[in-house]
Every structure is written in structure tokens, then in C-alpha cells.
């Protein structure tokens, strides 16, 4: 195993430029979980960002919040600006315990690329940028919806860190985050659902219900087009047409479409004249 | 009671004696002991679920700077189980492995990681074996040379019981209604908190020592001297405190055997703690179980005849297996009024880890069962199943159609206490769609009534030493794992000397110097050692009540010994505990004394019967709310209230603590445990993935302390460790049906399953989700054995003391 502790952003650059395999970390909650039994993690280049204080930043600008690479959830929950996009404590304050709220870190959330990330489908739901830097390639600039290709499949380069999320602020009149999990906390998601409404339109996020955290393209547009929507099973077609969710140790498919249809409906018929 | 003979000690609510030295981290656990010059071992386990042994290499490991000894399956070739009858294990196995995990060699080298590095360069060659891994595999045909065993009755099969009291078929035939239900309970671990460690020191005199995380030190000390070949006056093992048990300590264990031989083979101590991993893999938890059974009953519910069948899957290795199998189906009869009796049992072997106790052993499997079961039962008789429960209780002090001997049973006081707090009555029928409420029954063993090897001897023994100047030192080999059984020797021994439990000395769970407790297992040790406590200090108590009546001139039986004095029940006149006892010692030399408990002989006159016997029961109800969420299948449980008949409660603290630890680790085996494997490869060997509740998913628990006051328990006294547990699982699922109308039949009861059932539901099916049937089985040849019946209790049993009386 070799670590490399970056001395500055342009360090950590420029090593992740000379060595595009080496693997960035920060809070390591995913890493350091799965450490003990992945040996093959044990020869990997380290990357270590953890002490480039000039990532560990929050920012209101006038029109957005730009998260840098080592906010973690607690700066988030802890930070009363966050109630303009209470999605983000909402999600943060499920993910793990205060421990690991306290380490892990919304870039980390979203690199790691699990299906189930908690921090992901907030962040989506409020059409959230990632800011790519390299050495040589400059800033670049990625809608988060179109982040991931397919299972871990990340738009970025192997010579590119992700040195910042930003949030757009914008007025939201609807907005949720829901969590089933195996029990109410230290969970993970067996069915999420974020959603948001602005000037913008609809934003229906799902995660652990497919490959990536993803947007729900046909739903956005079957409650924006205010399709008349009566139970739970009238959303069935347009979740098959977005979601594929599968069997595995914490859930089944079966149950995910069931309860995704479940929740989605019972959030959305308060707010929707077209959910009867 | 007069105020002569009333208890200062017992029945008071205080802090467990060694509370404060575990709340401040100043207790020493096994993992804790760190000795100059220590090793650490690793084990390496089977990566294959059955396979012959073909080779192992061991040179790279051994060339591997700071390896100081490596062992392998040669180096202890001598078997080794806890039960007599299965001894099927070898430390590290020889020839042949028989589930993923299953320890082959085993190295002790400078550090942790040197010892991991180290058996990742053993290279073992396996040739396969075909495998069984559930029920149904594990009963089919297999050829000779692919049993997992070479010993059973056939083929995987492990044990087989067929018991017949009565006349099953003619009590059905002639009852009211019959009812039928096939029931399946999920595997699970014991999740201590602390992992098993074991550190072992040969010395230059020749001498052993094992310091063990261990519930049972005398049977580790046994299997120890078997396993090394060693004579056992050589071997001392002390259990160390443990960080939880409920069973997963309870067998003698390969780390520990590899400790002391890999000492042995360095001239170093050597320690070797478990990973959570390893854990999941040593097991020895709760046996998944499928269950059939068919009830008749009268027009009132009343039961006339139990047909019962269980299935269980026992993993790889014997363990507890044969009484684990015989516990399915031998405590349905101490609840309620069972005169026709039928019961069948398989135990197959499967090339998953090794079951064996866990909390309740054997018992809230056919539990959860029956108590469903009964629910049904009193549905489609249009019966209150409180008042149904209560009509066909047990007597007080009566014999089981199994041979069951039952004393004191507080279970209708138990059924009315919870029934009363819960409004059962009103409350049921009227709650809203999504909440619900159930109840159900349980009972749990105050001790077997049989040692694990079968002897005449005592089952338990205090000594007590007194000092000159007043101290009190206790010994016992009793090992406290978190239940209290030290505060409780305290307890004991200072209500009789007329101390506070503070006074007393503890000299516990070491084989050289304390005298025999078989373990802490079968929720035996307030019951046994209590009577043995109390026996002791008794001794004590009579030389310095002869003592000082002498010196005072008084008459010896109106003194009493308490708040520290022994003195004149009515006048007080008397001296300080501590100013009697240098006149005791003038008059009987050195103070010291011995009490032992051996139970009656309970065993009924069949084979098998060895198993269910206990000088006393414990009884416990409980009443669930439950919210469940039909939109997601979460049930959450929003209050228990539990009764407990703990016959009296030596500390009223502590067994509500237990109630409530009981209830919560119910509530795991309920809503998400399970040990769940791939091809011998278990899925989710960490705390990460295998789920047990946080508090926020534990309800409040009001407890109700009934208490029956036993005849034979140490002033009347019964257990409360395990009984607890038992009435949660079915509890939960009655609830949840009258939550949602939907039958889970299966545990754990996950979302996914409510959600299965309540859409099976909608599409007109029974909104039931659980097994559908059960294997056809020979379960072999009929022992048909005459019921006793409940008018005529047999002529050699009396009870010693009857209920209210104090010794």
C-alpha cells in the first residue's frame, strides 16, 4: 500500500495526473468499512485529501451553495443557512451515525457511486453540479443527473478530482426526502425517494431502486403532465419504464417496486390535484 | 412473614456488584490480558463448505519472519463435542472439512498481523464433496462417502425422536375441531458484544493455563485435557467475565484448544480473539426450525391432543444438537393441558456452521409455533385468546403427559397481569387498520435437571472462607456473563449473614481454586448456586449464632443475623458481625464451609427424557402493540408489557433487566436476524449487514415481577435469564395480524414478507406468508410411553416445600 497525503489541491492534482489509478480519500466511511476483508484494497495507491483544509468549505453565493470536496454531513446539518434546501440535513441526518456524519463527505458520497448513497438523491433533486478539476484540463463543470453512466461508471476522467458540488438556491414550494430502511437508523436504504418542485419543474430522484441514483424521467413527466394518478398502481408503468431494482441482502425487487409506488404515491397525493 | 425472618438482601433493587468496574472499563475481559512475551494466533478457516483434505503445506508460512509455531489437524488428533454423545470434532480438522470456516491450521506469531499474513501462505488442496445446506437437503439420499458424518441414523441425518404419550390419534379423532399449521423459525446469532478470546500460558512447571471468555469453563477443562491428553490436574481454565454469552459460549471451541497447544509448541503465551467474521462462523446459535403441528381441542379450546413434528437444521457439527432437537418438543406441556402427546423430531446435518443454544435453546422455536397456532385456534372459535389461554393452564404442582414435573406456575396470575395493563380486552378489535395487539406464553427451564455427562454428583458447590477480620470470601466456579450471577452469590450469602452484598468477597470461575459450577447455561445458576450459596452461609450463620449465644449467654434460636450484627431478634442485644466471628473461629477453629445443590432425579422412565426435566419453570406472558405501516410492511412495536413468574426476585433490578434484554433480543429474531448463507459462504458477516434493533427500534417495557415463591428455588427463586424471550416472537406475529389481518408464519417477520402477504391478500388469497408443507420422514421406530396423568401424580414425587412455606 502506498499513501499519498496531498500538501495542497495542486499537489493532490498533479499526483492524480502522474497516477490516474490512485484512489482518493477523506472521511474513508465507505473505505475503511470494507478494509478488513478487501485485501486488494491494501495494495491500491492512496490518494489522501484529508488535510486540504482548502476543500473543507461551505459557501452561499447568490444563487448557489458550492459544497467543496471535504464538506462532510455534520457541516451540512449543523449549518442553519441549510433550511433554503432542507433536503441536504434531511439526507445527511440519515446517513450512518453522528460518527460518521462527522467524516463522511457529500463528494465522497457522491464518487462512491453506491446505488444506495443518501447524500446523491438530495443533491439531484436540487439539480446539484460536480466541479471536476485536473492538472491539465482546468475546471469542468457536470450536471449530477448525468454523473454516473451505470453501475460505478462515473463521468470523470481518471485524471480528475471532484473538488466541489454546487447546489443551485432556488424557491422550492414541494419538496421530501424519504428513507425505508432495515431499522430507523445505521441503515441503509433499502427504498429512497427524493423529490423537489421549483420554477424548474419536477425533480423525482430514487436511489437503491437501479444501478445509480437516478432521475425518474417518466414519473417527472406523468405528474407534470398532471396524468390522473388514483393509487399506487397507476404510477406502476412509468416506475418500470424508469426503475429496475433487484433482489439482494437487505431487500427484494419485488418489494421495492411495491413500496417505491407506495411512498411516492402517498407523498405526492397531499400536493398533486391530478393524485386523487 | 415476621419481621424475624424478613429479607434484607433479596428482593432489593441494587446495582450489580461488579457495575462499577465494567461501567468504568476497569474490568479485564479476555482480550484484555496481555502477558510478557504474548503471541497472537490466527486460525485458518475452510474456503470450501465440504471437502476432503487432500494436503496441506505449511513451509511458506513457517519461513514467514516472527511465525513462532504453526499447528495443523495432526497435532490434536483426539475428538472432542460437548454432548457425550457427539463428540464429532477435532480442533483442526484432519481429513476432511464440513462448512466455509471450518479451522485447518492454526499459527502463532509475533502480532496480529504477521499471524493473518501467515495463514493466508498455508496452502491447504481440497477435493470436493457434494453438499446439503438446507432441511430438505440435508434429508435427502446421499452415498456413504459423502455424509458429512459418519455416525446418525442415515444418511445426514443427525438424530431422530419419536415419542408417543397417550393416544394422539384417538383424542383427535374425537375432538371438537382439529387445526393444522406448518410454522418455519430463522437461524440467528447470539451477537455478544464481546468476541470469543482465549489466551493460554504453558509454563515451565508443566502447568497450563487458559484464561477464556467461555460460559462453561469445567466442560472447557474436560475437553481440554481430552483434546491435549493431558491429566486435568494440570490444566487450570478461568472463565473471564463475559461481554455477553446467551449461549455462544457454551461449547468447548477450536481457539481455545489452539491457544494452549500453539503455547505449548512455543514456550509463549498466546492469545487468539475471534473477529466478528469468525463469529458468524463458530456460531453455535439459534437452529433454524420447520415445524408441523396439529391440535384437537373441545368445544371450550381446550387442547385435547398435540401432534408436533420439527425439522432442524443443525449446521455441521453435533454441539447441542441432540438436546437442541429434544427441546422442540419438550416444554409444550408445562404450560398448558396437553393429555395426548405426540412428538417427532429430525436433526439433519448441513454444511453450514454449527447450531446449538442460544437464548431459550430449542424452545421459542416450538413456541412461536404453538402460540400462533393457539391464536388461530381461538379466532375461528370465536374465543378471547386471553381468557382461552387461561382456561387450560397447567396446574400448580403436577406431572406432564411427558413426564414434566411441575412445581410453582404463576402463569394465569402472569396472563391476568398483562391482560389488566394492556386493556387486552377492550383495546383488541377496536384499534385502527395498521395497529394491533397479540399476546402469548411462554416457559424456560430453572436449570436441567441433568448435568451434560451424566453423573450423580452435585451440580454446583460454594465454599466460604471468614477472616478474622470479618471478611466474607465466596468461591464458586460460576461465571457471570453479564446476567448477574455474581451479584446474586453476593446477594445470597450476605441476606444470610445478615451483611451487604459489598462485604462479600468473590473468588469466581476458576478450576483450580473454586469449587465445581457446571456453567452458565439452562438458566440454572441463581437456581442451583443460590441453594448452594445459601446452604454455605447457613453452615456460617449456625457457628456464630452458637458462638455468640454461648458468649452472651443467649438463647441461639432467637438470634438473627443482620445489619451487620448478630443479635437478639426482639432486644437486639448481641456484637458486630465482625466481633463474632474471632469467637466462632475459638470455638470452631477455622470458619469455612460447603454447600452443593444436586436437583431431584426428574428423569422420566423413557429414553430422551433426560431433556426438558427442570427442578423448576419459569412462566412468562407478554402483550405486543404494534403499529405496521401497509405502505411498507414496517412493523414497529410500540409497547410490551411482560410478565415474568421468577418465583421470588432475588434482585428486582436485575430481573427487569433481563426481562427487558430478553424482549430486545426477541425483537432482533422478530423484525431482521438471520443468518443467511450462499453456498456455505455466509452473506453478512458483520454488524454492518446482519441488523440487530438500535434503541430507537426498542419500545417501552413495562414489566410486572410475578412471584409464585418456589418450593426448591433459593428462597423461592426461579429463573428469569431466557423465559422472557419466549413469548415475544409469537406475540409480535399475533399482533401484526390484528394489525393487518396478514399471517407471518416465518421469521424474521421483514417488510418484504408483510408486503408479500398483504398483496397476496388483496389478489383473495389467505394473506399468509410461510412455509407451505413439510417433508415426508421416517422418523423411525414409535417409543410409546404412558402419559401421566394429571390426577395421579407419581408416588414418589412430594415436593420438598410447598408454595408459601420458607425454609
Known amino acids: ?214 432521475r425518474c424521467a417518466a414519473v417527472e413527466t406523468l405528474v407534470a403532465a398532471g396524468t390522473a394518478v388514483a393509487g399506487p398502481d397507476d404510477l406502476a408503468d412509468a416506475i418500470a419504464e424508469d426503475l429496475t431494482p433487484i433482489d439482494d441482502i437487505r431487500s427484494t425487487g419485488a418489494y421495492r417496486l411495491r413500496v417505491f409506488g407506495r411512498v411516492l404515491y402517498h407523498a405526492l397525493q397531499p400536493i398533486c390535484d391530478s393524485f386523487s | 412473614m415476621s419481621d424475624r425472618h424478613k429479607l434484607n438482601v433479596i428482593g432489593t433493587p441494587a446495582a450489580k456488584v461488579d457495575g462499577l468496574t465494567k461501567s468504568t472499563g476497569q474490568e479485564i475481559y479476555a482480550d484484555d490480558i496481555d502477558l510478557p512475551k504474548m503471541l497472537f494466533g490466527k486460525m485458518l478457516g475452510a474456503i470450501v463448505p465440504h471437502a476432503r483434505i487432500v494436503s496441506i503445506d505449511t513451509s511458506k508460512a513457517a519461513a514467514l519472519p516472527g511465525v513462532k509455531a504453526i499447528i495443523t489437524g495432526d497435532d490434536m488428533p483426539r475428538k472432542y463435542g460437548i454432548l457425550p454423545v457427539s463428540e464429532d470434532e477435532y480442533p483442526l480438522e484432519t481429513d476432511r472439512v464440513r462448512f466455509v470456516g471450518d479451522p485447518v491450521a492454526a499459527v502463532a506469531a509475533v502480532d496480529e498481523a504477521t499471524a493473518e499474513e501467515a495463514v493466508r501462505l498455508i496452502e491447504v488442496e481440497y477435493e470436493e464433496l457434494p453438499t446439503a445446506f438446507d432441511i430438505d437437503e440435508g434429508l435427502a439420499p446421499v452415498a ?153 381441542h373441545d368445544d371450550q379450546g381446550h387442547i385435547t391432543a398435540l401432534d408436533f413434528k420439527s425439522f432442524v437444521d443443525g449446521g455441521s457439527y453435533g454441539s447441542y444438537g441432540v438436546a437442541s432437537t429434544y427441546y422442540t418438543g419438550a416444554l409444550q406441556t408445562v404450560t398448558y393441558k396437553i393429555p395426548n402427546y405426540r412428538f417427532r423430531g429430525v436433526r439433519v446435518f448441513t454444511n453450514k456452521p454449527a447450531c446449538g443454544p442460544k437464548r431459550g435453546h430449542g424452545t421459542p422455536q416450538p413456541r412461536y409455533a404453538l402460540e400462533i397456532h393457539l391464536d388461530k385456534v381461538a379466532e375461528k372459535l370465536g374465543l378471547d385468546p386471553v381468557r382461552m389461554r387461561r382456561s387450560m393452564l397447567v396446574d400448580e404442582y403436577t406431572m406432564t403427559a411427558n413426564h414434566m414435573r411441575v412445581t410453582s406456575c404463576g402463569l394465569d396470575e ?278 440487530s434493533p438500535t434503541f430507537l427500534e426498542m419500545p417501552p417495557v413495562e414489566t410486572f415481577i410475578v412471584e409464585s415463591i418456589d418450593g426448591e428455588g433459593p428462597f423461592g427463586a426461579k429463573e428469569v435469564g431466557q423465559g422472557p424471550l419466549l413469548p415475544m416472537p409469537p406475540a409480535v406475529a399475533n399482533a401484526v395480524y390484528d394489525a393487518v389481518g396478514v399471517r407471518i408464519d416465518e421469521l424474521p417477520i421483514t417488510p418484504e414478507k408483510v408486503m408479500a402477504a398483504l398483496a397476496d391478500k388483496e389478489k383473495g388469497g389467505p394473506g399468509r406468508f410461510g412455509p407451505g408443507g413439510v417433508p415426508e420422514v421416517d422418523f423411525g421406530e414409535v417409543l410409546a410411553v404412558d402419559p401421566v396423568w394429571y390426577d395421579q401424580p407419581p408416588e414418589d414425587w412430594i415436593p420438598t416445600v410447598r408454595r408459601g412455606e420458607e425454609s
Not at chain 2, 246 to 251: I, V
Not at chain 2, 263 to 271: A, D, F, H, I, T
Open chain 1, 1 to 214: 500500500m502506498r499513501v499519498h497525503l496531498a500538501s495542497s489541491l495542486q499537489d493532490a492534482l498533479a499526483f492524480k495526473a502522474t497516477e490516474p489509478d490512485a484512489w482518493p480519500i477523506a472521511g474513508g466511511t465507505d473505505a475503511m468499512v470494507h478494509w478488513p476483508g478487501a485485501h486488494e484494497m491494501h495494495e491500491r495507491t492512496w490518494l489522501d485529501l484529508s488535510h486540504l483544509n482548502e476543500l473543507r468549505t461551505v459557501e452561499f453565493r447568490d444563487d448557489f451553495v458550492e459544497l467543496g470536496a471535504l464538506a462532510t454531513y455534520w457541516d451540512v446539518i449543523r449549518d442553519a443557512r441549510f433550511t433554503a434546501l432542507p433536503l441536504l440535513p434531511q439526507a445527511a441526518a440519515t446517513v450512518g451515525a453522528v460518527q460518521i456524519q462527522t467524516r463522511g463527505t457529500w463528494a465522497g458520497n457522491i464518487a462512491n457511486a453506491s446505488p444506495a448513497a443518501d447524500g446523491v438523491p438530495a443533491l439531484m433533486a436540487y439539480d446539484a453540479e460536480v466541479v471536476l478539476g485536473s492538472r491539465d484540463g482546468g475546471e469542468r463543470v457536470v450536471a449530477l443527473a448525468d454523473f454516473y453512466h451505470g453501475y460505478k461508471q462515473l463521468e470523470a476522467r481518471p485524471e480528475e478530482l471532484i473538488t466541489a458540488v454546487r447546489v443551485p438556491l432556488r424557491a422550492h414550494d414541494h419538496q421530501d426526502f424519504i428513507k425505508v430502511g432495515s431499522r430507523a437508523a445505521q441503515a441503509i436504504t433499502k427504498v429512497g425517494l427524493a423529490y423537489a418542485h421549483s420554477s424548474e419543474g419536477w425533480r423525482i430522484v430514487a436511489n437503491s431502486m437501479a444501478p445509480t441514483v437516478c
Open chain 2, 144 to 296: 456413504e462417502e459423502a455424509r458429512i458424518h459418519d455416525y446418525g441414523p442415515r444418511d445426514n441425518v443427525h438424530k431422530l425422536v419419536n415419542l408417543h404419550f397417550g393416544d394422539v390419534e384417538g383424542a383427535i379423532e374425537r375432538a371438537d375441531t382439529v387445526h393444522e399449521g406448518v410454522y418455519f423459525y430463522s437461524g440467528n446469532n447470539h451477537l455478544a458484544m464481546e468476541e470469543h478470546s482465549a489466551v493460554a500460558q504453558y509454563g515451565a512447571d508443566g502447568r497450563l493455563t487458559v484464561w477464556s471468555s467461555t460460559q462453561t469453563p469445567h466442560y472447557v477443562h474436560k475437553a481440554m485435557a481430552k483434546v491435549l491428553d493431558m491429566p486435568a490436574s494440570r490444566i487450570r481454565i478461568v472463565a473471564t467475565p463475559n461481554g455477553g454469552g446467551f449461549g455462544g459460549k457454551s461449547d468447548p471451541f477450536p481457539h481455545e484448544f489452539c491457544a494452549a497447544k500453539l503455547s505449548m509448541e512455543s514456550g509463549r503465551p498466546v492469545k487468539i480473539t475471534l473477529t466478528r467474521e469468525e463469529v458468524f462462523y463458530m456460531h453455535r446459535g439459534r437452529h433454524p426450525v420447520l415445524m408441523w403441528l396439529r391440535t384437537g
Open chain 2, 414 to 691: 402472569c396472563l391476568a397481569k398483562i391482560a389488566e395493563a394492556a386493556d387486552f380486552e377492550r383495546v383488541r378489535g377496536t384499534l385502527p387498520y395498521g395497529k394491533g395487539i397479540g399476546v402469548a406464553v411462554g416457559s424456560y427451564l430453572s436449570g436441567a435437571g441433568l448435568p451434560i455427562y451424566w453423573n450423580k454428583m452435585p451440580h454446583t458447590s460454594v465454599d466460604l472462607k471468614v477472616d478474622r477480620g470479618g471478611g466474607v470470601c465466596a468461591k464458586c466456579m460460576e461465571i457471570d456473563i453479564g446476567q448477574g450471577s455474581n451479584s446474586v452469590l453476593a446477594m445470597t450469602v450476605a441476606e444470610v449473614l445478615g451483611l451487604t452484598p459489598d462485604d462479600v468477597q468473590l473468588v469466581v470461575s476458576d478450576t483450580d481454586t473454586t469449587p465445581i459450577d457446571l456453567g452458565s447455561y439452562s438458566s440454572r445458576v441463581t437456581f442451583m448456586m443460590g441453594n448452594a450459596a445459601k446452604e454455605a452461609a447457613e453452615k456460617i450463620r449456625d457457628m456464630l449464632v452458637a458462638a455468640v449465644a454461648e458468649k452472651l449467654g443467649l438463647n441461639a434460636t432467637e438470634l438473627v443475623l443482620r445489619h451487620r450484627r448478630v443479635e437478639h431478634h426482639g432486644t437486639g442485644e448481641g456484637m458486630r458481625f465482625a466481633e463474632a466471628v474471632p469467637i466462632a473461629e475459638a470455638m470452631f477453629g477455622q470458619l469455612s464451609s460447603t454447600g452443593s445443590y444436586t436437583p431431584p432425579r426428574l428423569a422420566g422412565p423413557y429414553k430422551g427424557s433426560g431433556v426438558g426435566p427442570s427442578p423448576a419453570y419459569s412462566y412468562s406472558a407478554a402483550a405486543v402493540l404494534v403499529d405496521v405501516d401497509p405502505e411498507t410492511g414496517i412493523v414497529t412495536p410500540e409497547r410490551v408489557w411482560m410478565a415474568h413468574d421468577v418465583g421470588r426476585a432475588v434482585n428486582p433490578m436485575l430481573v427487569e433487566g433481563q426481562v427487558e434484554g430478553s424482549v430486545y433480543m426477541a425483537l432482533g429474531e422478530i423484525l431482521m436476524e438471520e443468518q443467511v448463507f450462499r453456498n456455505g459462504l455466509h452473506k453478512i458477516p458483520s454488524m454492518l449487514e446482519y441488523k
